[in-house]
């Protein structure tokens, strides 16, 4: 793989700064992630710094060359990171509620898959100009495309942490093509300039880090009185070979939000193979509702036990 990455945060007018970002690497993939700690409830950093640290134990600690089920593994991350963020709350002898944003996004075989809660954002652009977005999780951005049930006034109704069990929105699988740009932000980053001039910081050909730096330099600038906190992970995708496979089910991502939570609950409660009986299979079947095969359903299982095994390792450890 042929790409190029950088991280870049400023606190803007703020007092603090409660964003939180990394760029992962493995052999043969990537996992951009990106937190904003929500300022209207006492410990948002720590809910931002949660996440990062939940994503960043499971990514690396991961042991198969390619992970099966992408999308699978990143609502299981941040299904992780929302109950440890609320363990945390409970433990605390400080009175706090700790919630955050998340975007995550996974790059492996020339594909990228994402997944979100909020309203941070993945851009991606082709061609310098944007090809397509995460849908923010606030009544108005769900207004513009139909979205029932949410008032257009409401603000953002959903993130990791707190009492809601959090919606979890997931990206198509997507082939990757020389010269794209990925970029996961803040809202700090889409309020405070125009995507268009977003893209052109993207695709400069100066160092990509420098960039990015100047371009949340100018987000300050024009806002001196009042900027939120403004944090990106941007990709450069330099890349000309061939795309891998594809992996990607479908299936998951219709998925409705309880089904999707409870398929991941289920499995990490114990439900495995069972070559004697078949009960994992039926189960599985009954609770993803689509005709998936045996070997699937191993590639399940090793994502599953993958990631029970990082976040009870983590999880003594703290």
Known sequence: MKYRYAISTEKGTRDYNQDRAAC??????????????????????????ILVDTASQAFLKIRTPVIEEPSLFLALILQHAHRSINRKAKKSTKKIDPRTTAVLCLIQNGYAYWAHAGDSRLYLFRNGSQLTRTLDH????????????????????????????????????????HGDRILICSDGVWQGMAIDVVAEYLHEESDLEDSMDNMLEKIVQRNPEVCDNVTVVSLAWDDKSRPGKRLQHEQIRDLTDNDLWRAARDAEKGIRS???????????????????NADTAENLDSVINEVESFVKQWEEGK
Do not use: F, W
Not at 151 to 173: D, H
Not at 277 to 288: C, D, E, R, S
């Open 24 to 49: 992962l690497e493995g052999n043969d993939s990537v996992l951009m992630i990106l937190g904003d700690g929500l300022g209207g409830h006492a410990g948002g950093d720590i809910a931002a710094d």
């Open 138 to 177: 606030t009544g108005s951005d769900q207004a513009k495309v139909g979205g029932r049930g949410i008032p257009a006034k409401t603000g953002l109704y959903n993130c990791i942490g707190g009492p809601s069990r959090p919606k979890i929105a997931l990206g198509p699988e997507i082939a990757l093509q």
């Open 274 to 292: 069972n070559t004697r009986t078949g009960t994992h299979a039926k189960k599985q079947g009954n609770l993803l509702k689509a005709g998936r």
